[in-house]
């Protein structure tokens, strides 16, 4: 599983040209308009400060817009430009193309099966976590 995971991943952000956690970044704040820096950082399954350095990059590319919350100079609001939002979307259309090709020779039947196990596998997981 680690290693299908792995190649999964490898070539899933080279597909679509963006890392996997600035895609979840990009794609949770495309969701909320604007979304609070300390809200999307609970958010994402990545570290306060591995956020803060994407999105620092993601702003010196014109990705993302951050501006200081108006009467809380705090918080910090975190939004896509324009060229942000053509990014998402373009990333959005690649990974759609990405599934539909890792999926390519696998019957209805085979999917349903995998499918089965892999929830099997996360309903284990949640209850090994809820266990601990």
Do not use: C, P, W
């Amino acid at each position: 599983m680690y290693r299908v995971n792995n190649a999964i991943n490898t070539t899933f952000d080279a597909y679509i040209s963006i890392s996997q956690s600035r895609f979840e970044i990009l794609a949770l704040i495309y969701q909320e308009t604007e979304i609070s820096q300390s809200d999307l950082q609970k958010k994402v399954t990545i570290d306060k400060a591995a956020v803060a350095r994407h999105l620092k990059q993601l702003e010196d590319n014109n990705i993302v817009l951050r501006r200081r919350k108006d009467g809380d100079n705090r918080m910090i609001l975190v939004q896509l430009t324009d060229y942000g939002k053509e990014v998402i979307e373009n990333s959005q259309k690649e990974k759609e193309q990405f599934a539909k090709g890792l999926l390519n020779n696998i019957s209805d039947t085979e999917f349903n099966m995998l499918k089965k196990v892999l929830d099997q596998l996360n309903e284990n997981v949640k209850q090994m976590k809820d266990n601990t």
